[in-house]
């Protein structure tokens, strides 16, 4: 636990180290940390709190429809009754797949959309290895955006 989070506090807010972040999470829930303690554990956000952020909700739930089709065409995609957008009081984008909620700082880039893309990835494949794949899922939140902006 302590030496997620102390990888976790290092690591710097950029596209690349999404992935990166994610894995530390990852590990965390592999060797028991994670696992019944909410991802708040790591960057102050629990899932008993959302603030939600409405733009993006209206922007994921349109998106979700056009993605659809999409992912249906992928092996493990279920797709969730009803995933929330809060907003990211912490550090790190991540998506808490108990709750079915994506914490992100906002939506005013690509990249702002690629992340939220990310982490509904991570919820819609949560039952499948490919979920917990970073580069899969990233890839696939790429090609989302790209074919959907
Ligand atoms: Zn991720």
Redesign the pocket.
């Known amino acids: 636990m302590d030496d997620s989070m102390t990888g976790y506090s290092s690591i710097t807010q950029t596209t690349g180290a999404?992935?990166a972040a994610?894995t530390v999470m990852l590990l965390a829930a592999l060797f028991g940390c994670g696992i019944g303690v909410p991802a708040e554990a790591h960057i102050g956000v629990g899932p008993a709190h959302c603030t939600p952020l409405p733009g993006a909700q209206t922007w994921l739930d349109r998106h979700v429809t056009l993605w659809d089709p999409v992912l249906s065409q992928e092996r493990g995609y279920q797709r969730p009754d009803r995933v929330t957008v809060c907003v990211l009081e912490g550090s790190l984008p991540f998506a808490d797949n108990r709750t079915n909620r994506l914490y992100v700082r906002g939506l005013d880039s690509t990249n702002d959309q690629i992340t939220l893309a990310?982490e509904y990835v991570?919820i819609a494949f949560q039952h499948f290895p490919s979920g917990h794949d970073?580069r899969y899922?990233e890839r696939t939140a790429r090609r989302l955006i790209a074919t959907h902006p």
């Open positions: 999404r992935a994610h990310h991570h970073e899922v």
